[in-house]
């Protein structure tokens, strides 16, 4: 009861919140204490979008499993394990002023909004991505119907040159969309006409959730990435003025991370 979301490895209880983030090259990296889980954006965007805020992950590995490269079997598991209420109330972040972090045209900002809702923009040079955008309010059903079975993605050219810097080894297309130079290489094609903006809003999703508790209002982000929203995550934790935190109907400022961990619901 009232753990927040834990990776637990070697012993080690890894907090997800933004302050353990340790590299966001491809994916969203934890690590406390010498001991590192990686790719845990995946699995937070499922719990965030179920609405779970407490839960203990095990990990026997340096690395959460990619699956299909989306969340669709974080999902499936975490409906299967029939979460509990505590009936507690769960504290949350509601923005009330615009906060933004920049860097050139790439931008990460938060609004004022009834929820929480999410809207993406991506713009590749590429005749298979080129803009696209989306914006989709957050609950459990729109989650698992719109935005779960989305999947990570990449591009044949940049292969090889990953896979000799070590990274991306286990990619293939079992578990990613891969996009050479006139299409989609996968057989099955997309899940979704605009699956890959879908996906950066699952990896949105997940990445937001390290603040440690839910956000009331609108993230609307512009080609961004995993450092991005972390580096978002840290400005606006930094600049409390445009936010509250709400517990128990009693509004307060500051930080809610610690306490977030405290009382959060399930």
């Not at 989306?134 to 990449?154: C, K, L, Y």
Request: proline fraction near 4%.
């Amino acid at each position: 009861m009232d753990t927040g979301i834990v990776f637990r490895r070697k012993g080690v209880e890894i907090k997800a919140i933004f302050e353990n983030v340790v590299e966001t090259m491809l994916s969203t990296n934890l690590a406390s204490e010498g001991v590192k889980v990686r790719t845990v954006e995946h699995l937070l965007s499922a719990a965030s979008g179920l609405g779970i805020n407490n839960l203990i992950v095990d990990v026997d590995g340096p690395e959460l499993p990619i699956l299909d490269g989306s969340a669709r079997g974080f999902v499936s598991v975490l409906l299967q394990a029939d979460p509990v209420n505590q009936n507690r109330p769960q504290p949350y972040v509601r923005i009330y002023k615009p906060a933004i972090y920049s860097e050139g045209s790439s931008f990460v900002m938060a609004m004022p909004g009834r929820g929480f809702s999410v809207s993406y923009r991506l713009n590749y040079n590429h005749p298979v991505i080129r803009e696209d955008k989306m914006e989709i309010s957050v609950s459990d059903e729109t989650f698992i119907n719109e935005i779960a079975a989305a999947r990570t993605f990449g591009f044949l050219k940049d292969v090889n040159a990953l896979r000799a810097r070590g990274l991306a080894m286990g990619g293939s297309l079992e578990n990613a969309v891969v996009i050479g130079d006139d299409g989609v290489l996968n057989a099955e094609g997309l899940r979704f006409k605009n699956e890959f903006v879908r996906h950066k809003i699952l990896d949105t999703i997940g990445d937001v959730a390290l603040f440690g508790c839910p956000i009331e209002g609108r993230i609307v982000s512009n080609e961004s990435g995993h450092r991005m929203n972390v580096a978002f995550l840290k400005h606006l934790a930094s600049n409390p003025g445009g936010w509250e935190v709400v517990a128990d109907g009693i509004r307060s400022g500051g930080c809610c991370r610690s306490r977030a961990l405290q009382e959060a619901t399930a």
